[in-house]
């Protein structure tokens, strides 16, 4: 049995793109992520700017969280309606941990009103 590729994961709107070839590991850090790349003369390192979010069916899953988060409306009929940018990993989080207590649903949950990409 084979399986088909999932079009969702090569969104570059959603996961970014990026087609630098070595590329071997990323590693959030609160407000960037490290790059580890092989290069010639070994592994290089870089970092660059993060802000992860998380997507929402309802942007009231966040009421009353104490962290500075950005909604922006999506456009279409799904059902992640909109998106919550986060400043930092840390804020991230603690948006995600927020609404797994106001949902009862954990992040990977089929029925989640809410996604959260850790990786």
Known sequence: ????????????????????????????????????????????????????FLLLADRALLRGFEGDVEFTPLDGDGVYRWIADCPSWTQALGARDHCQRVSGRGAGAPDAPYRFFAD
């Open 1 to 52: 049995m084979t399986s088909l590729p999932l079009p969702f994961y090569d969104n570059p709107l959603l996961f970014g793109h990026d087609a630098s070839g070595g590329l071997l590991a990323f590693e959030p850090a609160d407000r960037a992520v490290r790059i580890y790349a092989r290069r010639d003369a070994g592994v290089a390192v870089s970092e660059e700017a993060f802000r992860p």
